[in-house]
């Protein structure tokens, strides 16, 4: 047994504590990369349907990611669905009958109902299965914010921390996960009541962009307007050295089909305060969060004093 698994057994009395799946939604936008780390990982995909087509597929390629993002630039519209309890159900179901311990840590609650529908269906699967262990977590995150709140449980995991203080790990960082964002067009946020009309506004002033941040209760909220696309992505990058709490530490940059405007934030990172470029990874925005905040949006999460 590992010094780590050890010291959990004689914590809690039982070994099996640090053998659980962390799961996720698919709006955690996590690096492939970074999901082919780690063993015990499942991501529930959310459905999005574009052209009366629905589908639950992540994107395959840079390919496929321009093609979809170059039809929202079109004008046409992508409609998302939250998971429903019955899928999660599923889910929880089959973890039960293997006695796996899950640890799910999913979308915002203020931005989807995913959330709430996960503990419905808890409740649902625990009536059958009472000795299951499934714990939920809110991460009152989106897109790569979310996911790296996975990222570190799943690290935690590896260092071998149990499933109760993983859990209540993810809570007590949740409000240190720092997310600011730019977009090239706010209405995508306005059409799908993730913001007001009022910021709309802001976003269709004449070279006028809009500077947002997830607040503490897991909303979209329009901070800043800055004029001109370089100094959004300035603005982003200087909300590292204003709010960040750790030098060396992980930071994810995602972005909606403009991957040199997430490399110019990484740059200025790098130049300005010295991040590790080996510690900044680059993400796409999936078709589900992409729905809604548009193409062209950048987004910088990192461990923060709060979230600004």
């Known amino acids: ?23 996720t939604d698919s709006c955690s936008d996590l690096n492939p990369q970074i999901l082919r780390q780690f063993d015990r990982v499942a991501v529930l995909p959310m459905s999005y349907t574009l052209a009366g087509e629905t589908s639950t597929k992540p994107f395959d390629d840079a390919k496929t990611v321009h093609a979809y993002y170059d039809r929202l630039r079109a004008g046409e519209t992508c409609t998302t669905a939250q998971i429903s309890p019955d899928t999660f159900c599923e889910a929880f179901r089959a973890f039960a009958k293997q006695g796996e311990p899950v640890l799910g840590i999913l979308f915002s609650s203020a931005l989807s109902g995913t959330y709430n529908a996960a503990c419905l269906a808890r409740s649902m699967v625990l009536e059958e299965y009472p000795d299951a262990v499934i714990e939920l977590v809110d991460s009152l995150a989106a897109s790569a914010g979310e996911g790296l709140l996975v990222y570190e449980a799943l690290k935690n995991r590896e260092a071998g921390m149990s499933l109760e203080d993983n859990a209540q790990w993810v809570r007590d960082n949740a409000l240190h996960l720092v997310h600011w964002f730019t977009v090239d067009d706010l209405h995508f946020l306005k059409r799908g009541g993730r913001c007001s009309p009022s910021a709309a506004f802001f976003g269709s002033m004449l070279s006028i962009k809009p500077v947002l941040h997830v607040d503490n209760e897991g909303r979209l909220i329009a901070r800043q307007k800055v004029r001109g696309r370089q100094q959004a992505l300035r603005a982003l990058a200087a909300k590292y050295g204003e709010l960040s709490d750790e030098q060396d530490q992980m930071i994810f940059i995602s972005h909606g089909d403009c991957e040199e405007d997430a490399l110019t934030v990484k740059r200025h990172l790098v130049e300005s305060f010295g991040c590790d470029p080996e510690k900044i990874v680059l993400s796409v925005i999936g078709p589900v969060i992409g729905s809604h905040s548009g193409p062209g949006t950048v987004a910088l999460f990192f461990h923060g004093k709060d979230r600004g």
């Open 1 to 23: 047994m590992k010094k780590a698994e050890e010291a959990n057994f004689l914590r809690h009395g039982k070994e099996a504590t640090t053998m659980y799946t962390i799961l």
